[in-house]
Nanobody, 118 residues
Framework: QVQLAESGGGLVQAGGSVRLSCAAS????????MGWFRQAPGKEREFIAH???????YYAESVRGRFTISRDKAKNTVYLQMNSLKPEHATVYYC????????????WGKGTQVTVSS
């Protein structure tokens, strides 16, 4: 069974940093595009960043320069480093994976909550 499991969320002070992890199991995701998303209550899910199998990254304008996505293929894990956090960054963060031939993300984690105290 394919699973994506996020971890690393929690309470962080404004201005602080946190690194989220997304561990994949059930298959090797090295050839997949992996992405991070976030969704606040009552709002649409928002794209944050993705990383291709070749390591090319792309970010939403709102997080560019503040967040960094990376992956460790040997560990089948994707990371999201978030720096200089603000209260508005507090929400649930999700990782997702998709094959190159897919039009949308096929696999999703259950999310991890990030809370930012002011």
């Amino acid at each position: 069974q394919v699973q994506l499991a996020e971890s690393g969320g929690g309470l962080v002070q404004a201005g602080g940093s946190v690194r989220l992890s997304c561990a994949a199991s059930g298959r090797t995701f090295s050839s997949y595009r992996m992405g991070w998303f976030r969704q606040a209550p009552g709002k649409e899910r928002e794209f944050i960043a993705h990383i291709t199998s070749g390591g090319t990254t792309y970010y939403a304008e709102s997080v560019r320069g503040r967040f960094t996505i990376s992956r460790d293929k040997a560990k089948n894990t994707v990371y999201l480093q978030m720096n200089s956090l603000k209260p508005e960054h507090a929400t649930v963060y999700y990782c997702a994976g998709r094959r190159l031939t897919s039009q949308s993300y096929e696999y999703w984690g259950k999310g991890t909550q990030v809370t930012v105290s002011s």
